[in-house]
Nanobody, 127 residues
Framework: QVQLVESGGGLVQAGGSLRLSCTAIGRTLSSTPMGWFRQPPGNGRDFVAAIGGSDDNTYYTDTDSMKGRFTISRDNAKNTVYLEMNSLKPEDTAVYYC??????????????????WGQGTQVTVSS
């Protein structure tokens, strides 16, 4: 049984930063493809970033509004994946989810590539 536990969300003013954490129980993340997604109120779940399993290649959304502001990383010693978010905007308000895959697929931006999901952490950016 794999459990992903997110933390680090909260309320922040526009222009601020947050670092989200995703810690795994029951799975070693050092060789696990991981992704971060977000779901704004009333919308679907959108891809934010991913990091490879057998390598540390990183992938980011093509959405212009998020480019250059988010960074995904992994700390193998802590079995944790992070999402660093800078220059936050009110439109970044969403529930953020981390996800883990059982294999390195080609469609890392798709939710169906992932087999395990965290419970989500709320990020609210005030203007």
């Amino acid at each position: 049984q794999v459990q992903l536990v997110e933390s680090g969300g909260g309320l922040v003013q526009a222009g601020g930063s947050l670092r989200l954490s995703c810690t795994a129980i029951g799975r070693t993340l050092s060789s696990t493809p991981m992704g971060w997604f977000r779901q704004p109120p009333g919308n679907g779940r959108d891809f934010v970033a991913a990091i490879g399993g057998s390598d540390d290649n990183t992938y980011y959304t093509d959405t212009d509004s998020m480019k250059g502001r988010f960074t995904i990383s992994r700390d193998n010693a802590k079995n944790t994946v992070y999402l660093e978010m800078n220059s936050l905007k009110p439109e970044d308000t969403a529930v953020y989810y981390c996800a883990a895959s059982n294999y390195s697929g080609s469609y890392y931006w798709q939710t169906y590539e992932y087999h395990y999901w965290g419970q989500g952490t709320q990020v609210t950016v005030s203007s």
